[in-house]
């Protein structure tokens, strides 16, 4: 064993000193940049999720490869490593106690999956930004320059404008074909092959970083770009009419306004609560949107959250098994009968499976997270990389109020909101020239 990790050394250190090596470590990282872009867009498609998984492990593995070739010690530190760990290990540890030990297994090396996904892209972007870019020969160099010369952040935000056009133009044009319709929201509109729930909190991820790169934005024709992909997203998510996914876009908003302080905001805020109720009632009174307006799905929750509070209760540290389907052989006993029913939030969905120490761990990530993407500096002194976390911070906080009222943390959808965490957790690097205002946090 140890004459042969020698000669894996000696291999190493003469492979190094070659231009075929260098060659290759270049081709490498070319693949992982462009490999962060691509699966960001994929994200925002759950029929490809699968594809989604194959170029990942093959992107990992290559990364992997190439840290080893190198000989470096790959560590990836952050954080939120201590909490993020504490809630695979629970999960894991809760698994032989679960109603059904192998579908909680399974669930939890989905779980593990995401947790690197969010490591691989922490390595990505920390490498990338070390890096100096290699010029591109052929016909489209100029445009493949342009891309490599972005961070590793802007390529993945560059990925969320794509994606969100492309859904949100698939979204409304069905929506339109279909026969939707503004009067109620007998059809909705859907992500392709998935619903609106799904396309409702993609707009929730998406949106904040539509309107960051238009306010960050040196070109004229990036802020008219942004500004016309915002409307779109917008009219898109009116489209779904979800509930949860519009309340979670005001939770963003109100997020911002408390952040910078803006005093329009609370004057809004106040109005606001003056004139929705008006609205409402006068739009049910001219009988449109009764659907929208019937509160049928919150008794519907009410009911399946108090047999979950009692499933807690009744499993206190263990819980009865992680992952979403396990709460349905509960419902058979309930008044909810045979109902295909979930528990439609997902800290109530950690705590029903694995206990309350998984809540604990849960919230304790979620808390972490956003104490590394808010700003606690004056508004005065923050620098673009604090403007940026405060942008991803406002993606945390709607995608964790989108997840109160469903189990959402799941798939592709999870895949990206892990790649805009990392985009948080690594500090930027020259996305917006020192001498050029900040239009996000100064308006």
């Known amino acids: 064993m140890y004459e042969g990790h020698q000669l894996f050394k000696q291999f190493r250190f003469l492979l190094k000193n070659t231009s075929f090596f260098s060659h290759f470590s270049r081709a490498v990282w070319a693949i992982q940049g462009g490999g962060l872009f691509v699966l960001t867009v994929l994200s925002f498609f759950p029929p490809l999720f699968h594809i989604e998984e194959i170029i990942f492990f093959l992107l990992l593995g290559l990364a992997f490869l190439d840290g080893l070739l190198e000989g470096k010690q790959i560590r990836i530190g952050t954080r939120i490593d201590f909490p993020l760990f504490l809630l695979l290990a629970w999960i894991l540890l809760t698994t032989p106690f679960s109603l059904n030990p192998e579908y ?23 490498e990338i930004s070390q ?8 016909p489209f160099a100029k445009w493949v320059d342009w891309f490599r010369n972005q961070n590793p952040q802007q390529r993945v935000f560059l ?12 979204g409304l ?17 859907i992500a392709p092959g998935s619903d609106y729930n799904w396309l409702s909190t993609y707009l929730v991820l998406a949106m ?15 802020k008219i770009l942004s500004g016309g992909i915002f409307v779109l997203a917008l009219l898109t998510q009116a489209a779904s009419y979800s509930r949860a996914g519009w309340l ?8 911002w306004g408390l952040v910078v302080g803006r005093r329009f905001f609370f004057v809004s805020f106040f109005l606001a609560i003056i004139f929705v109720p008006i ?27 108090n047999l979950g509070v009692d499933k807690i209760i009744s499993h206190p540290i263990v819980g009865i098994g992680y992952g979403n389907n396990n709460f349905q052989p509960v419902l058979v006993d309930s008044p909810m009968g045979d109902t295909p029913m979930h528990l439609h939030n997902m800290p109530l969905m950690i705590a029903v499976g694995s206990g309350i120490p998984g809540l604990v761990f849960l919230l304790w990530l979620f808390v972490r997270l956003g104490i590394e993407l808010f700003p606690k500096k004056n508004q005065i002194n923050w620098t673009d990389s604090d403007t940026l976390k405060l942008c991803l911070g406002i993606v945390l906080v709607g995608f ?17 909101f892990w790649i805009l965490m990392a985009c948080g957790i690594e500090p930027l690097k020259n996305i917006v020239p020192k001498d050029k205002k900040n239009a996000f946090e100064t308006g």
């Open 279 to 305: 609205a409402i009632m006068g739009i049910e009174q001219m009988g449109y949107h009764s659907d929208t307006l019937d509160n049928w799905t919150v008794k519907t929750r009410i009911e399946v959250w």
């Open 173 to 189: 044009t069905d929506f339109i074909e279909r026969g939707g319709n503004w009067q109620d929201r007998n059809i909705r509109a």
């Open 208 to 222: 904040p970083i539509v309107v960051y790169w238009g306010l960050t934005s040196r070109g004229s024709w990036e």
């Open 400 to 416: 964790f109020c989108r997840n109160l009222f469903d189990y959402m943390f799941a798939g592709s959808l999870a895949y990206l």
């Open 104 to 126: 909680s297994f399974i669930e939890w090396r989905k779980l593990l999956a995401q947790c690197l996904v969010f490591y691989w892209a922490v390595y990505v972007i920390r």
């Open 159 to 170: 990925g969320v404008l794509l994606g969100a056009v492309l859904l949100s133009g698939f």
């Open 131 to 138: 890096r100096l870019p290699v010029k591109c020969p052929g």
């Open 248 to 255: 979670s876009s005001v939770v963003q908003l109100s997020s």
